[in-house]
């Protein structure tokens, strides 16, 4: 079960990396538009952690301590920015619900990818892929 746990967080881990590239990418150089207001920073920052996003689930998938502190590391970091875009939505700046809704989303993903790297028991640490 913890193979299949860490398999599913690697590809999971990825493929939101890549999604989150496109969408930022597609976004950001005006191929779509989300029909709400952008705002730039957080645009900027969900794309560049897109790549932290693929390089986490690299780690998840060869490395797997190195994997389960990265999914924290990315899940503290998301946590960060959500916790400053409600700060700042409070305080009426330009940030549209979507936003709010789209980054809960991305630090909810991120929390049971690392909630369910946490609870592999890693049996033998001298292992190279650990």
């Given at each position: 079960?913890?193979?299949?746990?860490?398999?599913?967080?690697?590809?999971?881990?990825?493929?939101?990396?890549?999604?989150?590239?496109?969408?930022?990418?597609?976004?950001?150089?005006?191929?779509?538009?989300?029909?709400?207001?952008?705002?730039?920073?957080?645009?900027?920052?969900?794309?560049?952690?897109?790549?932290?996003?693929?390089?986490?689930?690299?780690?998840?998938?060869?490395?797997?301590?190195?994997?389960?502190?990265?999914?924290?590391?990315?899940?503290?970091?998301?946590?960060?920015?959500?916790?400053?875009?409600?700060?700042?939505?409070?305080?009426?700046?330009?940030?549209?619900?979507?936003?709010?809704?789209?980054?809960?989303?991305?630090?909810?993903?991120?929390?049971?990818?690392?909630?369910?790297l946490s609870g592999i028991k890693i049996s033998d640490k001298t292992?190279?892929?650990?």
């Amino acid at each position: 079960m913890s193979s299949f746990i860490q398999m599913a967080s690697a590809i999971i881990a990825t493929a939101f990396g890549l999604i989150t590239i496109w969408v930022g990418g597609t976004t950001f150089f005006r191929f779509s538009d989300p029909g709400y207001i952008i705002f730039l920073p957080l645009l900027i920052f969900n794309t560049v952690m897109g790549f932290f996003y693929i390089s986490a689930g690299y780690l998840i998938w060869q490395k797997l301590l190195t994997g389960i502190k990265a999914a924290k590391i990315v899940f503290l970091v998301n946590l960060s920015v959500l916790i400053l875009i409600v700060i700042a939505y409070w305080l009426e700046a330009s940030i549209a619900m979507e936003s709010l809704k789209a980054m809960s989303f991305r630090t909810g993903i991120w929390l049971i990818i690392y909630a369910g790297l946490s609870g592999i028991k890693i049996s033998d640490k001298t292992n190279s892929n650990y």
